[in-house]
């Protein structure tokens, strides 16, 4: 399994060109695992759109991969003294096999300790259940309700990340 970290490890031309396909068709049967979808080319427009924005203002991925094949990412940010976690998706191949989300929490919790921060943040759309619970099953509350999603929040202090799962 190998371990690709934006910035720290590749640059930003490289990670656009090897990995936003990857990372787009993750995203798509990701959300497709958990509800039902459709992406149409607009989106996939915005969503490359929105992916170079981010790779703009220092957001940060962490891409599994095996084999050339995407296991899931995690996408995070550091802003003032919080950890705002944007993206967590694991292809559906993986969801269940106990390696990928611990080892991306892991190596997330790794990174986000060197960075000092009060609060983990986290998002997730108001039809993933599954993230939903799991959210609120180890500590977050909810923030903010929004129209696509909900907004959570726990203190850094009372939370490690690989606990989680």
Known sequence: MNIIKYPENINKTDFINIYSMGLLECIKVGMQSSYVTVLTPESDESWYKHFKLN??????????????RIRGYLVWHDHDDEVHIYDLIIHPDFQNDGVTLRHLLE???????????????????????????????????????????????????????????
Not at 114 to 141: P, Q, W
Request: charged content about 25%; glycine content about 4%; proline content about 1%.
């Open 107 to 165: 190596i997330a919790a790794s990174d986000i300790k060197k960075v000092e921060c009060s609060k983990l943040i986290a998002y997730t759309n108001f039809k993933n259940d599954r993230m939903n619970r799991l959210l609120l099953r180890h500590g977050f509350s909810i923030r903010q309700k929004r129209a696509r999603g909900t907004v959570y929040a726990v203190s850094y202090t009372h939370l490690t990340l690989p606990t989680i799962i």
């Open 55 to 68: 790779l703009n203002n220092g957001v940060r991925y962490i891409v599994l991969e095996d084999e050339c």
